[in-house]
């Protein structure tokens, strides 16, 4: 079991440095952050953008992995993208992990003033990104046509650290995004049932979406070595106490996850929550790894 921590890119640099320090010296596997324009009801406050923000964060830390939670077609070209994340991964040495999901609605969907797209739609463009970006971190050379994307000869060296490309995580949980994770990914990455106010119902829903997943692989005939976890997708903080991190975890582990993500601690809103719980959380994560 590997357990990962995200960081919302919602304070500067001055601040959150210390919590991408101090969530490698706590002994965290992973450390992620949101790749968004802007999210919820947090649109109208301070946001930074994910890429400069991880690149930073290899800067400050040795060990700990850095993922980006998760990337979209929404307002990302895969060329252009590639180019990025072939720069954090270098300037990481090889610690970038690349979670993507097909991209909802809300603000990021909205701010660029591109047409309205459905739930199929999005799935199609979806498609051709996981398509093109997988090429572009493989290949040198890379042309492409599609509906939602082109690229025309793209160069893409040196290429990542990391052979033959970055861990690819593919976040997915309706029919059509879990056959392209099961079809194209490293990993997949769920936050189960959406909108629900009992644990009960989200554990629940986790463990059937798990069970589709498994489906799409057998009918793929694919195996995929990463299962991710957003545990704070539960009605219950994963962080609101020692207690109901443990619980989660094992829980998790129960299902066949590899890896869980829980959010540090807010002062507000979202995942408020006290950081001190981090501090007593820290010296179980090697218990929790190995159990």
Request: hydrophobic share 40%; proline share 6%; net charge negative.
């Amino acid at each position: 079991m590997r357990i990962g921590i995200v960081i919302l890119p919602d304070d500067r640099w001055s601040v959150t440095r210390h919590r991408w320090r101090r969530a490698e010296e706590y002994g965290f596997d992973h450390a992620w952050t949101y790749d968004h324009l802007g999210w919820r009801d947090l649109v109208d406050g301070p946001w930074f953008d994910a890429v400069p923000t991880l690149t930073a964060a290899a800067t400050v830390t040795s060990r700990i992995g850095l993922g980006t939670f998760v990337a979209s077609p929404n307002f990302r070209h895969p060329v252009h993208f590639a180019r990025e994340l072939t720069a954090v991964d270098d300037i990481s040495d090889g610690r970038l992990l690349l979670g993507v999901g097909a991209g909802g609605t809300g603000f990021d969907a909205d701010v660029l003033g591109g047409p309205a797209l459905t739930p199929r739609q999005r799935v199609d463009r979806f498609a051709e990104f996981l398509e093109l970006l997988a090429r572009l971190l493989r290949e040198d050379h890379v042309s492409y046509e599609g509906h939602h994307y082109r690229a025309v000869d793209a160069r893409t060296l040196p290429g990542p650290v990391q052979r033959p490309r970055p861990p690819l995580l593919v976040a997915a949980n309706g029919p059509r995004a879990l056959a392209l994770a099961a079809r194209h990914g490293d990993g997949w990455v769920t936050t189960g049932g959406q909108g629900l106010d009992d644990a009960a119902a989200w554990w629940h829903s986790v463990r059937e979406v798990s069970a589709r997943f498994e489906a799409a692989l057998e009918k793929g005939g694919r195996t995929v070595p990463r299962r991710i976890l957003n545990l704070d997708s539960s009605p219950v903080y994963s962080l609101s106490s020692p207690d109901a991190f443990e619980d989660a975890v094992g829980r998790a582990r129960e299902l066949g996850f590899t890896d869980v993500l829980s959010h540090w601690p807010r002062a507000s809103s979202w995942y408020a929550g006290d950081e001190k719980v981090l501090e007593t959380v820290a010296p179980m994560l090697q218990r929790l790894r190995a159990s």
